[in-house]
């Protein structure tokens, strides 16, 4: 096992392996989340998150991530479009239980890469 790899495990109170649907319900087309591209140098970064938790903190033990209307606050899409510039992206910053849901499905996060803090699922790739 890698090192990152027992680090990981040494904490497995905040990482959780979502069991997302294998298919979208039709509920599921009308989410909306909220998208930020930017271009750094070569870089192509992309933050995502669910349109309801915009603005809002979360906090479990030592972890805490707010989610800044700065950060992720761009164009409200729909959740597809949402995946279509995570999959441009080189740097990925995604959070929300939909959003993450399915990114997973879609095989561009593995789900043992995501953390949840109070509930809500985040989870951050870099393509190198």
């Known amino acids: 096992m890698k090192p990152a790899e027992q680090e990981h495990q040494s904490k497995p109170y905040n990482r959780v392996a979502l069991k997302p649907p294998t298919i979208m ?18 870089e192509i970064m992309v933050a995502v998150c669910d349109e309801d938790i915009l603005g809002k903190t ?11 209307k700065e950060f992720y606050c761009g ?3 729909s959740i ?37 803090i109070e509930g809500v699922a985040h989870a951050q790739k870099v393509i190198m």
């Open 75 to 77: 164009e409200l899409v």
């Open 25 to 42: 319900s039709k509920e599921s087309f009308k989410m909306r989340v909220y998208l930020h591209i930017r271009r750094v140098n070569n």
């Open 80 to 116: 597809e479009e949402g995946i279509a510039a995570i999959k441009q992206g080189t740097i990925i910053n995604i959070v929300g239980n939909n959003i993450v849901s399915q990114a997973i499905i879609e095989g561009l996060i593995p789900p043992q890469g995501i953390i949840k």
């Open 58 to 68: 979360f906090r479990e033990g030592k972890l805490k991530i707010e989610v800044k």
